[in-house]
């Protein structure tokens, strides 16, 4: 009878270890997975479409703003082609900032931003190529 007891005994130790190991498992997935969430915009943030529609319009102020200092045509300044951007959308330079900064955690997501803002420079650059009056002009 007291063999039969040890035995009991260690059966149930066994399975209270193989208990603990299994929570102990489960836990780890569970925590991986929480952990493993994607964060979200934080607040203060533009949403996706309106930074797009920024970034676009910084592309093509930042393009004109080369273009027109290579040629030394005028004064503009990058700064104030920026900040023109950032107006026409009611966006402050902190939300600018803020999203900014959330993108460039998001190395992946920036990069969809990034494909889609230069898909949309490339459409306006190719409706421009087409309008009548519009004509390519060499400098020298």
């Known amino acids: ?47 996706r479409k309106t930074f797009i529609n920024v970034l ?3 592309h093509i102020a930042e393009g004109m703003y080369s273009e027109r200092h290579r040629l030394k045509l005028d004064s503009l300044e990058s700064k104030s082609a920026y900040m023109s951007a950032l107006k026409k959308y009611n966006v402050t330079e902190e939300e600018m900032l803020t999203t900014t900064l ?18 949309k420079v490339s459409v306006l650059i190719e409706e421009n190529s087409q309008t009548p009056g519009i004509q390519d002009k060499k400098w020298n």
């Open 56 to 58: 676009t319009d910084i």
């Open 1 to 47: 009878k007291k063999c039969f007891w040890n035995i009991k005994r260690i059966i149930q130790e066994k399975l209270t270890q193989m208990k603990v190991k299994y929570l102990t498992v489960l836990l780890a997935i569970i925590l991986l997975f929480l952990g493993c969430k994607r964060d979200p915009l934080p607040e203060g943030a533009l949403d």
């Open 102 to 119: 959330y993108y460039s955690r998001h190395p992946r997501e920036y990069d969809k931003v990034f494909s889609e803002v230069l898909s």
